[in-house]
Nanobody, 129 residues
């Protein structure tokens, strides 16, 4: 069983920064990719960013390109999401997810929530104007 635990959420003013972390644990943790998704009240869950565990290839939603950076620490089975220049519209619960294997190329695969096998409980990010 794989467990994902997010941390680092909080309240920040517009223009500020936050760094989210996702720690993965389990007897034999192995992932093809890990991603971040977010869900605001009354809205559907949406893709934010993903990273392929091998090679570190990344993928970002257009809305966060240039502001957010996803990275991984293989030795610690941890993924980070550095969020800069935050906007009020970034306010949401942020979820970490892990995919064990892929069925299509990383670019298209990584943005689909249904492709992920494990999910964390989420961490709240609130950006005030």
């Amino acid at each position: 069983q794989v467990q994902l635990v997010e941390s680092g959420g909080g309240l920040v003013q517009a223009g500020g920064s936050l760094r989210l972390s996702c720690a993965a644990s389990g007897r034999t943790f192995s992932a093809y990719a890990m991603g971040w998704f977010r869900q605001a009240p009354g809205k559907e869950r949406e893709f934010v960013a993903a990273i392929r565990w091998s090679g570190g290839i990344t993928n970002y939603a257009d809305s966060v390109k240039g502001r957010f950076t996803i990275s991984r620490d293989n030795a610690k089975n941890t993924v980070h999401l550095q969020m800069n220049s935050l906007k009020p519209e970034d306010t949401a619960a942020y979820y970490c997810a892990a995919a064990r294997q892929h069925t299509t190329a990383f670019g298209s695969f990584s943005s689909g929530a249904n492709n992920y096998d494990y999910w964390g409980q989420g961490t709240q990010v609130t950006v005030s104007s």
